[in-house]
């Protein structure tokens, strides 16, 4: 932004790269407008340039918004009623927690069983029943720290339609290993439970970990991933 000037045109694939609400995309057209420089958008192919093109904008924002509620209420209410019925378990889960806990008897470290089975820290604390915890006050229970996530995804070619079925498989996964808790359309706040014992996978390593998983799940859809991660307190490190 800062190196747009008068007469200067921003292109963009879609309103949503722009922000996460109609308010933010607004914020963006008017800062653009005050530059005397004006915003296209391919798909749908629309231009602030003319005298209506700020209104087209608006409304395709407000549109987005609505269908992006829409999709999620129906969502909610398919899964509520499939619960009523007894017929949702929700995804299978990759690795039997039996399976974890005859490794753990067995001697293996909590780091090595989470690293072999290519699973979260999480799962395998989980499966042990051991709630992680932020204080220090209670040393025996594992660190976890609180992560917030800025996901964009994207499809390899204009014609696909994988980003929604690849999202709505990694919030699925973020649910299930981090606690997910969602705060925009593409914001999300995680725990993520690690340690530092002289096998174990510190923070670094988990953050790896998450981003893989998501950036398996998308290249299953055909989708590419743009991940914003950053720690919520603690040493605010970003990745």
Request: proline fraction near 3%.
């Amino acid at each position: 932004m800062q190196f747009l000037r008068d007469g200067d045109e921003l292109v963009v694939l879609r309103l949503d790269r722009l922000g996460r609400s109609t308010r933010d995309v607004l914020n963006l057209v008017h800062e653009l407008e005050e530059r005397g420089a004006s915003l296209r958008v391919l798909e749908p192919e629309v231009t602030t340039a003319g005298s209506m093109g700020r209104m087209v904008i608006t409304i395709l924002g407000m549109v987005a918004d609505m269908e992006l509620k829409f999709i999620k209420d129906r969502q909610r209410a398919g899964i509520a009623a499939a619960r009523a019925d007894g017929v949702y378990k929700g995804r299978k889960k990759n690795v039997d927690d039996d399976e974890i806990r005859r490794r753990v008897a067995a001697g293996a470290s909590k780091a090595s069983v989470a690293r072999d089975l290519k699973v979260s820290r999480m799962t395998v604390y989980r499966a042990l029943d051991i709630v992680p915890q932020r204080t220090a006050s209670l040393p025996e229970k594992p660190p976890a720290a609180s992560i917030s996530l800025h996901l964009i995804i994207e499809n390899f070619n204009k014609h696909g339609r994988g980003r929604k079925p690849a999202r709505e498989r990694i919030e699925e996964m973020l649910e299930r290993e981090y606690a997910m808790v969602k705060t925009g359309n593409c914001d999300y706040r995680l725990t993520v439970v690690y340690d530092r014992d002289p096998e174990g996978s510190d923070l670094d390593s988990e953050i790896q970990h998450l981003y893989s998983e998501m950036f398996n799940i998308a290249e299953s859809h055909r989708c590419s991933i743009e991940a914003d991660i950053h720690e919520i307190g603690g040493e605010g490190r970003s990745w």
